[in-house]
């Protein structure tokens, strides 16, 4: 039922309250660049009197899209580059991404691969699908396939259920990790066919995780966390990205709570993502500096399982890197307390 009702077209989010008349042309603009969809179980969330509403901000498209900003790029962290065959992402020595399909439950204004999502077409064909397990297969310093898209968890349960058979065959792999919105924007599709089709063979010496992609601390609704604690109670360890969005969750108390609500239903906080340079993204970053008292903040007040680590996706390729803040000056011979106090501790 909620998947009938995502609303894509302008007109559609405009007779849903969501946008104004005014703003339609704009929004019509939008969607003819970039993927847009916002599933029934969104826009529940989303306050329409509120037109700085963090749930909006995150999935209606907006005028600010058409500003693309002269350090922007079509593919701002270098996934094509390091594309060996169709749908793997090899840029680290010992594991891949796997996109099956590029398709999600909503599409996030702030997405970085949003040049690219929405596609029904990209879906992997079964000789592409074999394609790429054969390219993991033939690479024995491969420990982890990172399945994402898109989003995994679109695809239905009997053919979760055999991509990850298929992975747990192949003997070198100790771990494969789903990432999803799903959970969040569409948390009836978590169904327990979904959550049970997740689990390994029970003959399988591999660990299937999965890691929710959520902003704020709003999304947690009753129903995504009814979502969770199917996929908790099926024994998939779970854990959590989050985009660090201005006016959506750069201000301490929001963070706080939602790290705190993850830990609560069995999230552990993996990654806060400094933004990648995604086109017509610049609403939404605020500077590392703003990043990093965040974090300081978050030390000070949260237990040590609640921190999540903070990145960046070095434009390119690089790789991701904690940027931190840290705690230790070598040069100074000082350590600073969660508090801001320094005290000085002997060099090695
Ligand atoms: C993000 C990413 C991974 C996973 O990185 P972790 O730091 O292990 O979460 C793996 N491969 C690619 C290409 C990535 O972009
Ligand atoms: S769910 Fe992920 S891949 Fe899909 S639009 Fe959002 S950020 Fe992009």
Not at 26 to 37: N, S
Not at 229 to 250: F, H, W
Not at 263 to 273: A, D, G, K, T
Request: glycine letters at 6%.
């Amino acid at each position: 039922m909620s998947r009938r009702s995502t609303l894509r077209r302008a007109a559609e989010l405009a007779a849903a309250g969501l946008i104004s008349p005014a703003e339609m042309p704009a929004v019509e603009r939008v969607e003819k660049v970039y993927a847009v969809a916002v599933t029934a179980a969104v826009a529940s969330l989303i306050d329409p009197a509120d037109p700085d509403d963090p749930i909006r901000r995150q999935y209606v498209p907006s005028a600010a899209e058409l500003v693309t900003a002269p350090e922007e790029l079509n593919d701002p962290i270098g996934d094509l580059a390091h594309s060996p065959v169709k749908g793997i992402v090899h840029r680290y020595p010992d594991r891949v991404l796997l996109t099956p399909l590029l398709v999600c439950p909503v599409y996030c204004r702030f997405c970085f691969r949003r040049a690219r999502v929405g596609d029904a077409d990209a879906t992997l064909s079964e000789a592409e699908l074999e394609a790429a397990l054969a390219y993991v297969a033939g690479r024995p310093e491969l420990r982890e396939v990172v399945i994402t898209g898109g989003d995994p968890l679109m695809l239905p349960p009997r053919r979760i259920e055999d991509l990850v058979r298929r992975l747990a065959a192949i003997p070198h792999l100790e771990l494969v990790r789903f990432h999803s919105r799903v959970p969040v924007a569409d948390p009836e599709r978590v169904s327990p066919a979904l959550a049970a089709a997740l689990r390994p063979p029970e003959s399988a010496d591999l660990a299937v995780w999965l890691a929710v992609h959520v902003n704020h601390p709003r999304e947690l609704s009753t129903l995504a966390r009814a979502a969770l604690a199917r996929l908790a109670d099926a024994g998939i360890p779970l854990l959590s990205q989050t985009v660090l969005l201005k006016g959506v969750n750069d201000r301490v108390e929001v963070l706080d709570a939602l790290m705190r609500a993850l830990v609560r239903n069995r999230v552990r906080p993996y990654y806060l993502h400094h933004p990648d340079l995604a086109p017509g993204t610049s609403h939404f970053r605020t500077s590392i500096a703003e990043g990093r008292a965040l974090m300081r903040a978050l030390r000070g007040r949260l237990s040590g399982i609640a921190q999540p680590t903070y990145v960046l996706d070095i434009p390119g390729g690089a790789g991701k890197v904690p940027v931190g803040p840290d705690y230790w000056d070598e040069a100074g011979a000082c350590v600073t307390d969660p508090a801001g106090m320094g005290h000085p501790y002997r060099r090695d």
